[in-house]
């Protein structure tokens, strides 16, 4: 059974950081392109960051770059994104994603497997 799980979400100020893990089971995620996405109420979910599957390539929305980094363990099965400099605009739901391929693509329906998602919330 192939599960995605998020941690590390919560309540941070403007300015402050946080750090998400997603950890992958299930499958030999190894092989597997990963991202980041995120949903605020009422929005489309929208691609936060991607990692290829040997760690080697990386790719952030303009909204986070230079504030954001996307890395992978060396086992290849988690990833973590650590924020710096949060903003209120970033709060929202923050899923962790997979697919099958090498190229690290934006687009939600190219992931073929999701977690729950975990809630980041930056007060204005």
């Known amino acids: 059974q192939v599960r995605l799980e998020e941690s590390g979400g919560g309540l941070v100020q403007a300015g402050g950081s946080l750090r998400l893990s997603c950890a992958a089971s299930g499958r030999t995620f190894s092989t597997y392109t990963m991202g980041w996405f995120r949903q605020a109420p009422g929005k489309d979910r929208e691609f936060v960051a991607g990692?290829?599957?040997?760690?080697?390539?990386?790719d952030y929305a303009d909204a986070v770059k230079g504030r954001f980094t996307i890395s992978r363990g060396s086992a290849g099965n988690t990833i973590d994104l650590q924020m710096y400099n949060l903003k209120p605009e970033d709060t929202a739901a923050y899923y962790c994603?997979?697919?099958?391929?090498?190229?690290?693509?934006?687009?939600?329906?190219?992931?073929?497997?999701w977690g729950q998602g975990t809630q980041v919330t930056v007060p204005s």
């Open positions: 990692i290829s599957a040997s760690g080697g390539v990386t």
């Open positions: 994603a997979a697919r099958s391929g090498v190229l690290v693509v934006r687009i939600v329906a190219s992931y073929d497997y």
